[in-house]
């Protein structure tokens, strides 16, 4: 199994406390320590306003951040998860990632999906079309980008988005463009999608439906004619580890008294919930049975977010110490 960790940005209110203008040099340090092992990737998200609702704390912008993370590492790989379709124009976005991959020496995923936080969406001016019409957004960007990193030029005349000879130079380092990452586990759309394009696939973590998302992905894999064996499919968790099952009460408590002041009563009892009942909560002994669970169903990356990465490393070095070792090859 690989591993990826998310570097906090804000976006979860994960910087709160942090003054603006150290934070940088938070999630700089946080990345070059990924960047030691034995992470293989690191990654943010791509959204402007905070959740679980938007507030006026800092969201740090996710291909600014790739930029950022290129230049300061050497090693680790640069993931979105994921890059909103709608936020940018695809030939832009291309021209974008591929810069950024020539400046890493070819260490960028493209995670990409169609997008869903309405009120970013309207707040940007963006609109908010129907899910139907975004996936079609997703689906002629996808081709614009393939085209502009295997052949340097791109030309579709499509619903959404129309390119006419548009030039893409430089081209990514990397041997058949940078890696897709189609994000999302929408049954008819989204999955059919990753077929198509997708080196990975990214949909929830949870057994059952990790099981039937799969099976849903095989399916449109032999109707499209694709190899589903070649998509690496991948899991965000949210980590919540202790030495004993007190530290991991302890952690959950803090969890609670942070989120506490920043978000109102009912989204709070929500966010304490999800992090109390993910599969990744327990001591290192429970969170391995589970990822080896995770594993002999066909999860191939488990990508990690810790709430306190920006406050106290413990959980991080805990988990890199003892639960990576019993996962990797």
Partial sequence: MRFGLFVPQGWRLDLVGVPAAEQWTVMRDLALAADAGPFESIWVYDHFHTVPVPTDEATHEAWTLMAAFAAVTERVRLGQMCTCMG???????????????????????????????????????????????????????????????????????????????????????????????IAGGGEKKTLRIAARYARYTNFDGTPEVFAHKSAILAQHCQDVGTDFDAIVRSSNFNVVIGETEKDVADKLAWIRAHYGPLVPAANLETIATQFASGPLVGTPEQIIERLKGSRDQGLGYAITYFVDAAYDRGSIELFTKRVIPELTD
């Fill in 87 to 181: 936020y940018r124009n695809p030939a832009y976005l291309a021209k974008v990632a591929a810069s950024i991959d020539v400046i890493s020496g070819g260490r960028v995923e493209m995670g990409i999906g169609g997008g869903w936080y309405e009120h970013e969406w309207r707040a940007y001016g963006y609109g908010f079309p129907t899910a139907g019409e975004r996936l079609a957004m997703l689906d002629e960007g996808v081709q614009i980008m393939r085209q502009l990193w295997s052949t340097g030029k791109a030309t579709l005349d499509g619903k959404h988005y129309q390119v006419d000879g548009a030039i893409g130079q430089p081209q990514p380092l990397q041997d058949g463009g940078i890696p897709l990452w």
